[in-house]
C-alpha cells in the first residue's frame, strides 16, 4: 500500500507556471507507475498526465500536452507536475494517483492509490 499527499497549488495569473509535488510512503514508490488527474467544479474527474515506474513512458492529454511535464524522482518517492502557461480552464483540484504497474492509464479506474488533491486556481 502507498500513501499520497499533493502539494504545491494555489492561485496564478494566467500565462504563470506552478509546480506540484506528489510525496509517497509505504511501499516502495518506484513500485508504482504515477498518474495525474484533475476535477473542476461541476465536471467529472479527467486525465492529465502519467509516468511509467522507470519514467521512460509518459503520457498526456491533448488539453495540456506542450505545457505540462510530468517527473518523478524514485529516491525521493516523489512525482511532479509543471505547469507551465496555465489558462483560467486549468482550474481544477489536482490528483495524483498510483498504479501497481510498470506503465500507467488514463483511465481514473486504473489506479489503486489516491491522494487528497490540491487546489490551483488560474485567474484571468
Known amino acids: 500500500q502507498v500513501q499520497l499527499v499533493e502539494s504545491g497549488g494555489g492561485l496564478v495569473q494566467a500565462g504563470g507556471s506552478l509546480r506540484l509535488s506528489c510525496a509517497a510512503s509505504g511501499r516502495t514508490f518506484s513500485s508504482y507507475a504515477m498518474g495525474w488527474f484533475r476535477q473542476a467544479p461541476g465536471k467529472e474527474r479527467e486525465f492529465v498526465a502519467q509516468?511509467?515506474?522507470?519514467?521512460?513512458?509518459?503520457i498526456y492529454a491533448d488539453s495540456v500536452k506542450g505545457r505540462f511535464t510530468i517527473s518523478r524522482d524514485n529516491a525521493k518517492n516523489t512525482v511532479y507536475l509543471q505547469m507551465n502557461s496555465l489558462k483560467p480552464e486549468d482550474t481544477a483540484v489536482y490528483y495524483c494517483a498510483a498504479r501497481d504497474a510498470v506503465v500507467g492509464g488514463t483511465k481514473d479506474w486504473m489506479y489503486h492509490y489516491w491522494g487528497q488533491g490540491t487546489a490551483v486556481t488560474v485567474s484571468s
Open positions: 509516468i511509467s515506474r522507470s519514467s521512460g513512458n509518459t
